[in-house]
């Protein structure tokens, strides 16, 4: 019994490296330093970078930047552009980067010069400004004030209030508006779990049923496409339970399991995002959990 007691430590133990591991590996994913827009005289972050909409354009800029500005995982290009909408036109303002410099590292931000700046938007020029023709079928979105939902990877975070706006050749052609918040905050969530044993306990599945899984310690459930209503409640998702194999060709899919996995996520309430005219789970309706078997 002792032996066995050690056994399933470590099935435990190993299970859990494996779900460590994998939040380790999308940490490496660093969140993105914002650009910034002006809209209706109020700043804004911009929560994506509108000049790599083209390539060529985004490499005659990083030609030209200076080899010993800063560069971080948060900014690998190492600039930062300002931009403006006037009379639903999308201008690039203007461009710095950072540099260190001293013992100290004081950090001093330099602005691009009006020779550069025309050297690689030349032809978007209309008098002194630029207007950002080159951005099209291209989806802008612009947040300020408190962050509400944050995940360490490009920019996948959102702001209390959000604006979208829909640019055609520079043009803003749609926009919309958002209030976001957070809903049911008592509701479900995995981050109120305690790994790994608190997710089989909030969710006790009939394994016994599947002689198949003699012999098997752990299981993966995969809930993807969560749709979720105004008051916390699942109106569908694709739930998958399968085996803890490599790979999806070595693994195997129980659909029992899966079926009734699906059945109890449905009776539960989640605490849900408002998030730009859509409900969220906290964790943006997927998750990867492990379900270690006793």
């Given at each position: 019994m002792k032996a066995m007691s050690i056994y399933k430590g470590m099935t435990r133990r190993f299970v859990m490296c494996i779900y460590v591991l994998g939040i380790a590996m999308s940490a490496l994913a660093t969140g993105q330093e914002s650009d910034v827009?002006?809209?209706?005289?109020?700043?804004?972050?911009?929560?994506?970078?509108?000049?790599?909409?083209?390539?060529?354009?985004?490499a005659n800029l990083l030609a030209i930047l200076p080899k010993e500005r800063s560069i971080s995982?948060?900014?690998?290009?190492?600039?930062?552009?300002?931009?403006?909408?006037?009379?639903?036109?999308?201008?690039?303002?203007?461009?710095?980067?950072?540099?260190?410099?001293?013992?100290?590292?004081?950090?001093?931000?330099?602005?691009?010069?009006?020779?550069?700046m025309h050297h690689v938007f030349g032809k978007y020029y209309e008098g002194d400004v630029i207007i950002a023709r080159w951005v099209t079928d291209?989806?802008?979105?612009?947040?300020?004030?408190?962050?509400?939902?944050?995940?360490?990877?490009?920019?996948?975070?959102?702001?209390?209030?959000?604006?979208?706006?829909?640019?055609?050749?520079?043009?803003?052609?749609?926009?919309?508006?958002?209030h976001n918040k957070v809903l049911h905050k008592r509701g479900f969530s995995l981050g109120k779990v305690e790994w790994p044993e608190g997710f089989p306990r909030q969710f006790r599945l009939h394994v016994n049923d599947y002689p198949e899984l003699a012999g098997v310690k752990s299981l993966v459930v995969i809930a993807k496409n969560m749709k979720l209503n105004k008051k916390g409640r699942l109106l569908d998702c694709d739930v998958t339970v399968r085996t803890s194999?490599?790979?999806?060709?070595?693994?195997?899919?129980?659909?029992?399991?899966?079926?009734?996995?699906?059945?109890?996520?449905?009776?539960?309430?989640?605490?849900?995002?408002?998030?730009?005219?859509?409900?969220?789970?906290?964790d943006l309706n997927t998750f990867v959990a492990p379900y270690v078997l006793e």
């Amino acid at each position: 019994m002792k032996a066995m007691s050690i056994y399933k430590g470590m099935t435990r133990r190993f299970v859990m490296c494996i779900y460590v591991l994998g939040i380790a590996m999308s940490a490496l994913a660093t969140g993105q330093e914002s650009d910034v827009i002006v809209i209706n005289g109020k700043r804004w972050e911009l929560l994506g970078k509108p000049i790599k909409a083209d390539s060529v354009l985004r490499a005659n800029l990083l030609a030209i930047l200076p080899k010993e500005r800063s560069i971080s995982t948060a900014n690998w290009d190492g600039y930062k552009a300002y931009w403006s909408v006037k009379s639903d036109r999308l201008y690039l303002d203007s461009i710095t980067v950072t540099f260190f410099i001293g013992r100290n590292d004081v950090e001093v931000e330099k602005r691009l010069s009006d020779e550069d700046m025309h050297h690689v938007f030349g032809k978007y020029y209309e008098g002194d400004v630029i207007i950002a023709r080159w951005v099209t079928d291209y989806i802008i979105r612009a947040g300020i004030g408190k962050l509400l939902f944050y995940v360490h990877g490009g920019f996948s975070r959102f702001h209390k209030n959000e604006q979208t706006l829909k640019i055609e050749q520079g043009k803003v052609v749609e926009r919309h508006s958002y209030h976001n918040k957070v809903l049911h905050k008592r509701g479900f969530s995995l981050g109120k779990v305690e790994w790994p044993e608190g997710f089989p306990r909030q969710f006790r599945l009939h394994v016994n049923d599947y002689p198949e899984l003699a012999g098997v310690k752990s299981l993966v459930v995969i809930a993807k496409n969560m749709k979720l209503n105004k008051k916390g409640r699942l109106l569908d998702c694709d739930v998958t339970v399968r085996t803890s194999g490599q790979d999806e060709e070595t693994s195997r899919i129980i659909e029992g399991l899966s079926q009734e996995m699906k059945e109890k996520m449905m009776k539960l309430r989640w605490r849900t995002l408002y998030l730009n005219g859509n409900y969220y789970t906290s964790d943006l309706n997927t998750f990867v959990a492990p379900y270690v078997l006793e």
